[in-house]
């Protein structure tokens, strides 16, 4: 998520700010207040997009706040029936990569990207993960 932030320095990307991935957790178990501090040092209202890691006790899921055309995007990989927008979106066939599938709904968004990849990515994607974090780089 932070390589995340810091490629939409780059003219032309949407600005974005990440959270942490145990912040949708905190909210909800300890509501608004326990979190209210996590963006002192940052605007979030001038930012493009607000990227939500999701973690769901063994399922990981990704919200994406878009303020450019305030709405609320919410990316489940296993297609949870509570949300009309997950219809259209590509589905995991397994267990074991959910983590895998938020980290791309998030990447691909963040550079404007029309998701397009689909299970058959994934080997692909946890490859490229890997070489992103080592490197500190994202791939484009």
């Not at 509570?82 to 550079?111: H, M, W």
């Not at 404007?112 to 692909?124: H, R």
Request: charged share 25%.
């Amino acid at each position: 998520m932070n390589l995340l932030i810091e490629r939409s320095k780059k003219e032309g990307l949407p600005k974005v700010h990440a959270f942490a991935t145990f912040f949708y957790q905190r909210l909800i178990e300890s509501g608004h207040a326990s979190v209210s501090r996590w963006t002192k040092k940052v605007d979030i209202f001038a930012q493009d997009l607000i990227i939500v890691p999701v973690h769901l006790r063994s399922h990981w899921c990704m919200a994406i706040i878009d303020l450019r055309n305030k709405v609320v995007e919410y990316y489940d990989s296993m297609g949870s029936h509570n949300n009309e927008c997950l219809k259209d979106i590509p589905q995991q066939t397994n267990i074991s990569d959910c983590g895998v599938f938020a980290c791309a709904f998030a990447e691909y968004r963040c550079r404007n990207a029309k998701i397009t990849f689909s299970q058959k990515e994934m080997p692909y994607f946890r490859q490229k993960m890997m070489y992103e974090i080592i490197t500190g780089k994202l791939m484009m």
